[in-house]
């Protein structure tokens, strides 16, 4: 039985407030301290105002917020690349990362992207006697290649004849460019949480807002599901 949304924010909070408290001892801050580093605590120190055990739980909470956008994150590049794949396949063929007409309208960063993952998708595949698929490339495709055919480069090749097919419920007064925005402002986010920095200044709602929109543009039901079980609000309301 699928939980009402509302019961399901309830639950978590619930379950939140029921996280036991860590106790912060000297010895365990000065330990923590040097693990971070105080370098990097600096930041969190800043913005709490406060001792190395508040930059500390500054530094958790920046760690949470990651985690918890992790499911939007995660669910925005997967309907992406699918929506994304599935044009292109309509348009060049099964097989259209080996097509000589869809390289041709590629831009020569997105081209050198595209056949160094065939070609390793080839070596790897070869030691196990496996062909490659349309599904090893577009796995193995980063998040950038899929942002780059978003660009307006691509209208006359790909969006001019497919952007409603790929993107149904983006509304009449947007483009792929307004995509292409919203997708970059989530990588860019993406690279931060992956790389370890401080997210905590950014402007989190608004970003998460995008990620829900354009899961939206794409399947209005992965973005409720997506909605559902993604706790960001609980864990942004709850700073430390």
């Not at 600096?42 to 958790?60: E, F, H, K, N, V």
């Not at 992790?70 to 994304?84: D, K």
């Not at 950038?144 to 952007?163: Q, V």
Request: positive net charge; proline residues 6%; hydrophobic residues 35%.
């Amino acid at each position: 039985m699928i939980v009402p949304r509302s019961s399901h924010k309830q639950y978590s909070i619930k379950y939140a407030d029921l996280q036991p408290q860590y106790s912060y001892t000297p010895a365990k801050i000065a330990s923590l301290e040097k693990a971070i580093s105080p370098a990097r605590l600096s930041t969190y120190q800043i913005a709490s105002g406060g001792s190395t055990a508040d930059a500390i739980c500054l530094y958790y909470w920046n760690i949470a917020l990651g985690q918890s956008l992790h499911l939007p994150i995660q669910s925005v590049e997967v309907s992406l690349r699918n929506t994304i794949s599935d044009s292109i396949e309509s348009l060049f063929g099964q097989r259209w990362y080996s097509a000589i007409k869809f390289e041709l309208i590629l831009t020569p960063w997105a081209k050198k992207t595209l056949r160094e993952t065939v070609q390793k998708k080839v070596k790897n595949n070869r030691r196990n006697n496996k062909p490659v698929t349309a599904g090893d490339v577009i796995a193995n495709l980063t998040f950038g290649f899929w942002r780059e055919l978003l660009k307006s480069h691509y209208d006359p090749h790909i969006w001019n004849k497919k952007l409603s097919v790929a993107f149904p419920h983006l509304p009449l007064r947007k483009s792929n460019q307004d995509v292409y925005k919203s997708v970059d402002k989530i990588i860019k986010l993406r690279n931060r949480i992956s790389h370890h920095e401080p997210i905590i200044k950014g402007r989190l709602i608004p970003l998460y807002n995008s990620m829900l929109d354009t899961i939206g543009w794409i399947c209005p039901d992965t973005r409720d599901w997506v909605e559902h079980h993604c706790d960001f609000d609980v864990v942004h309301t709850n700073r430390p």
